[in-house]
Every structure is written in structure tokens, then in C-alpha cells.
């Protein structure tokens, strides 16, 4: 981690001098796309074949599940999870930034099966026995679903504190989640709970080569023979650098394909009085098949049409100043993971507390169903929030004096107190009225599809036709639950937009499919309507928020491209209008591209004010 420094100027050099294992332009994950290289000017021109680009991207998940699933890993992981179950441990999901919230919803998912089986009065084997036997560990807590929380991400002593404080032992399995494969928090929480004696998996995206010969962090795991690797290389993102994208979605596939496996073996083992789904063994076969019949209607032009009809909503909605607002249940969490990553991928306004009065409105936001945001916040996460609470007398134990007190400063913002300020259930509603121009979007999977008809999410978009706003629907169901959607709407009379993702037949305990395919939609949703609003040029996120090293990293490579400089005077360049934007930052106000502002400002040797200017104008 870069030695505390005060001048922008002095903070470019200490991470020149010291973050050179941050630098990762030879990672693959990194690389720029050759299928997607013209992005941004396919996708101004056609949103649908803007999204036709990114969903050809997908293709790589495909494949590389195709490779994987035929491996015998699927079964391996199995073995290892169920012995882990059977014995009365449990398991962990481990991650930062997109595969924090992907360690958030695996927990969700699993906890969730049980909470709705208890529902149902099924009691073998007793759901109690069964719901808290998974954990998730996200550097910052739960309140980093929301925000990125600056230093846990770069800093391996977070990542065992973390996993420590919720008691990883000798009896548990940790899921080690990255996406570059070289996040030093992850890595963190590998190595605590391989002291502790518990089984560990290290899920990655990148060659193990690569990663040997550039990240020594990453090599030392690699070479661990007693952590099992779980290598997931897709290949280059669609968008350069945004591992939000395939190595996400693939690991999504991935640990639920193990999920389900597990727990179709847990039930048989348990005397479960329903029909099984098949065994455990077909699972792989099942995914493989229904993924590649899935990827070929998301390719199709009905639904690209569909969906690019919301990406010119959302997109002029934005232009003129209007929001999105979603509604979503039992897919709340993945929505949840879409729209505030938007924020650092895009630097958009990034969730607006109900009462910052100083805060930019946010541009998107979720609302579920609860009654009250306490009650939405533990129906989404299926538990009860777990954030970050320490002590600066405990971060001493790990930190020295002045970064104690720094990340004491910051540790005092993530707290519980400050999730709840993030008002998501109906109680939400009222500080965030509806107004001509804005857009409601229903996201729904096939058991909530009777909200829609009289319930929440029916009333919502009532409210919307009323205020003059965009309504829209996005579903993933089965062809019949796609049918009573269609039949519904046509008695309703309603006129607004359906994205109808029809999802394979195959059932599942776990929804894997539908869940990836939701993903992939939104991911496509997002990024296409990001694109048209100038905030990628070609492949490139120029708008990325530099909040780690990683990333600052990458906005270095980016102005050095852009700009025709070297990587150091990029460096220098970016730190000086890090400074620049910061009070607005830290205000939750809008502020301009840190990549955009540092190539204007080099390439027209401008001022940090008329390169903002500059910025402004060139992309209208």
C-alpha cells in the first residue's frame, strides 16, 4: 500500500515507487476485446446492435463454461462443500467490489431456498439445520453493496479481519473470489482461513502464467498446493478492464452449478419427502445445455429489440435530467449489484441517502416490496445486515498510527446506521417522487410475476402511467409464466416496454440460468446506455472512478493511451485532478470524469477548470 502522502503530487510518486504489483496492464482481464473494439460507435449508431456486440462477448462464457463444467471441478467443489456440510461447517463466500456483491447474493441465494422451503411448512431436512450454514465476507461490509469503501479492497490484513471476526475454523470451506485473481483482500481472507485449517478454493480469471510472472501475491496462491484453484479465464471484457461483465457472470454460473449440486446431495441425504430434479450429477450437463440455449435468445433480435427500446429510455431520461427508479424481489439483489455498480465503472451519482439534501440525485435506484427499508435490507440480503464496526484501537492492532485514524475516519461512514439511511423499501417511496421523464422498471423473475398483477410492482407502474413517466417490465421465465406476463399486460391495456427473457425448461432448485441471464440483460442495459451517453470511447471505460490501486492503475493506462504519454506523467497527471474532484466526490455531487479531465488537460496543456470545460464540450 502507497506510503500516506499529502500533495497530489507526492501521492503519484509513492504509488509509482510503491504499487508497482498494482500495475496489471499484462493481465488478461485487462486486455481490450478484439470483438468489441468499436463499442461506442456501433452503439450510438443501433442500440440493438450496440447490445448485439456485448452479448457476442457472452460467447466466451459459454465456451469457457463448456470447458470447465467438462473438467470433473464441478464434482470436486461438490465433494468438498457437502463433506463440509455433513460435518456441521460452513461455508464461505469471499470477495471485493463485483465479487463482493457476487459473494453477497451466493449467500443470499442459498439462504433464501431455505427461507422459502420453511415457507412452504417443508421440514425435511429442517431448513434451521441448513440456512445459516453459509456466510459472506465483502471488503467494507455490506454497506460496499452500495459504495466502494476506500483501502479494504488493497490491503490483505482487512480481508483476514473480516473473515475472522465472523470465526472461519478448521471445519469450514472458503470460496476465495476475484476476478483478476490478484485482489489483495481476497487473498487476505485465503490465507486466514487457511491458518484457521479450513478448506480453500481460489476462483479466478486469469492464466495462471499471467499471474505468476506479473503479481507475486497471486503467484504465492498459486503455488499454495494446499488451496484448490478453480481457474475461470474467459478472456478479455467486453468493456477493457470490467470484470463486472464475463469473469463475473461466469463465476456467478459457476459456484451456482456447485450450489445446486450440493444441494440436491443435501436433500436426498436428508430423507427430502418431494420428487428430486434429477441427480446431482446431470447438474453440469443440465447448465451447459440450457446456457447455450439461453445465450441464443439473448442473441435474437426480438429481444435485442426489446431491450434496446430501455436503452434509449434510460438514456434520454438521463440526458434530460430524469431517473430510473427499479422495483425488483426476489432478483433485488442482482438489480441491486447492476445499478450501484454503475456508479465507479461510470461515475454516475451513486445512491442517494433520503436525507442528504447535498447529495445529486442518484440516476438509478431499487426498491423492493418491504414495508420498511430495515425490513427490505434483510429480505434482500436473506440475513440481517453484517457491517463494518470497528474501533480505531482495533485497526491499530494492523495499521500504523495516521492510517488508523484515516480508515477510523471512513469505517465510522459504513456502519449500519448509514445503510439504513439508503432507503430501499416502500417507506423510500416518498423522498423519491415520480416526475414527468423518469423511468420505472419492473425486474421480475417467474414467482413474482403476481406482483405485477395488483401487487407492488402493479401499483408502481400504475403511479408511473399517472406521472407521465417511462414504464417498463423485465422478465425471466418460463414460456407459460411469459404468457400470463403478455395476457396481464393486454388486459391492463398497458403500453409500456417488456423485455421478456424466456429461460430453458430445465428445472432448477437454484435458478442458475435465470439468474446469469438476468445478469447478462442488465450488464448489457447498463453498459449500452452508458456507451450512447458518452462514457466509453471504443471498449474503454474513460469514466472509471480511480477508488484503488487497481483502478488507478487502469485510469493511468487509459490517459496514457489517450493522451500519448508516458505512464508516469499520466500517473502525476491523474492524482491532480483526483484532488480536483474530491469535495465533490466525498459531497455525493456529480463530477466530471477523472480520465477525461487528465487527457484534456495533456493532450490541450489546459488548466484543471478549462479541461473540464474541454471535456464538457467535446462530448456535447
Known amino acids: 500500500m502507497p506510503t500516506p502522502a499529502r500533495t497530489p503530487r507526492e501521492r503519484a510518486e509513492a504509488f509509482l515507487r510503491d504499487a508497482v504489483q498494482f500495475r496489471l496492464g499484462a493481465l488478461v482481464t485487462e486486455a481490450s476485446h478484439p470483438r468489441s473494439q468499436d463499442l461506442s460507435q456501433v452503439a450510438r449508431q443501433d442500440a440493438a446492435e450496440g447490445l448485439a456486440v456485448l452479448f457476442d462477448v457472452d460467447r466466451d462464457v459459454v465456451e469457457a463454461f463448456d470447458r470447465w463444467s467438462r473438467s470433473g471441478q464441478p464434482e470436486a467443489l461438490r465433494d468438498d462443500l457437502l463433506a463440509t456440510l455433513q460435518a456441521g461447517g460452513r461455508i464461505f463466500f469471499t470477495g471485493c467490489g463485483a465479487t463482493g456483491r457476487l459473494s453477497i447474493q ?130 478479455a471484457m467486453a468493456i477493457t478492464g470490467s470484470t463486472r461483465m464475463q469473469a463475473t457472470s461466469i463465476q456467478l454460473l459457476a459456484l451456482l452449478t456447485v450450489l445446486e449440486m450440493t444441494l440436491r446431495d443435501v436433500l436426498a441425504h436428508g430423507g427430502d419427502p418431494g420428487p428430486l430434479i434429477g441427480p446431482a450429477a446431470g447438474v453440469p450437463e443440465a447448465v451447459r445445455e440450457g446456457l447455450r440455449e439461453l445465450h441464443t435468445r439473448l442473441t435474437g433480435e426480438r429481444l435485442r429489440r426489446e431491450l434496446a427500446r430501455l436503452v434509449v429510455a434510460e438514456e ?56 420498511t427499508s430495515e ?17 480505531e484501537d482495533e485497526l491499530r492492532a494492523f495499521l500504523d498510527e495516521e492510517a488508523a485514524e484515516r480508515q477510523g475516519a471512513i469505517v465510522g461512514e459504513i456502519g449500519r446506521r448509514e445503510l439504513m439511511r ?144 508516458s505512464y508516469e506523467e499520466a500517473c502525476r497527471a491523474l492524482f491532480e485532478v483526483i484532488e480536483y474532484v474530491e469535495p465533490r466526490r466525498r459531497a455525493g455531487k456529480a463530477y466530471p470524469a477523472p480520465v477525461g479531465v487528465a487527457t484534456m488537460r495533456l493532450r490541450h496543456g489546459l488548466g484543471l477548470a478549462e479541461a473540464e470545460a474541454r471535456l464538457v464540450e467535446e462530448l456535447g
Open 316 to 371: 434520454q431520461a438521463y440526458r434530460q435530467g430524469a431517473r430510473t427508479s427499479y422495483f425488483a424481489d426476489a432478483l433485488a439483489v442482482d438489480v441491486l449489484t447492476d445499478t450501484t455498480e454503475r456508479s465507479p465503472t461510470f461515475c454516475t451519482p451513486s445512491f442517494r441517502k433520503w436525507d442528504d439534501e447535498e447529495a445529486s440525485e442518484s440516476w438509478a435506484f431499487l426498491f423492493t416490496p418491504a414495508s
Open 422 to 565: 439508503f432507503r430501499i423499501g416502500l417507506d423510500g417511496l416518498p423522498h423519491r417522487p415520480l416526475r414527468r421523464g423518469d423511468g420505472v422498471t419492473a425486474v421480475v423473475a417467474e414467482r413474482d410475476l403476481p406482483l405485477l398483477d395488483g401487487g407492488a410492482f402493479g401499483a408502481a407502474l400504475e403511479r408511473a402511467r399517472e406521472a407521465g413517466a417511462c414504464r417498463a417490465v423485465i422478465a425471466a421465465a418460463r414460456r407459460s409464466g411469459l404468457a400470463r406476463l403478455t395476457a396481464a399486460a393486454a388486459a391492463r391495456g398497458d403500453d409500456g416496454r417488456t423485455v421478456a427473457l424466456e429461460t430453458p425448461e430445465a428445472t432448477f432448485l437454484l435458478d442458475p440460468l435465470a439468474r446469469v441471464g438476468v445478469k447478462m440483460v442488465l450488464n448489457a442495459l447498463s453498459t449500452c446506455t452508458m456507451v450512447r451517453l458518452g462514457r466509453v470511447l471504443g471498449n474503454r471505460m474513460i469514466w472509471v472512478v480511480p477508488s484503488n490501486l487497481k483502478l488507478v492503475d487502469r485510469s493511468t493506462r487509459y490517459i496514457r493511451d489517450l493522451a500519448s504519454v
Open 375 to 391: 425490513a427490505a435490507w434483510a429480505r434482500l440480503l436473506s440475513r440481517e445486515p453484517q457491517t463494518i464496526e470497528w474501533t
Open 106 to 235: 451466493l449467500n443470499a441465494i442459498w439462504r433464501g431456498f431455505w427461507q422459502e422451503r420453511r415457507a412452504r411448512g417443508l421440514d425435511r431436512p429442517p431448513p434451521d439445520d441448513w440456512e445459516h450454514r453459509t456466510e459472506s465476507v465483502m471488503a467494507g461490509g455490506d454497506y460496499a453493496l452500495i459504495k466502494s469503501v476506500e483501502g479494504f479492497e488493497d490491503f490483505e490484513p482487512f480481508g483476514r479481519k473480516q473473515i475472522a471476526d465472523l470465526g472461519v475454523s478448521g471445519g469450514d470451506v472458503v470460496l476465495a473470489i476475484t476476478e483478476g485473481g490478484e485482489t489483495s483482500f481476497v487473498i487476505g481472507t485465503a490465507w486466514q482461513a487457511l491458518e484457521a485449517g479450513a478448506r480453500v478454493a481460489f476462483v479466478y480469471n486469469n492464466p495462471d502464467d499471467v499471474l505468476r510472472a506479473h503479481v507475486e501475491r497471486s503467484r504465492r496462491i498459486i503455488d499454495e498446493p494446499r488451496i484448490r484453484k478453480v481457474n475461470l479465464t474467459t478472456g
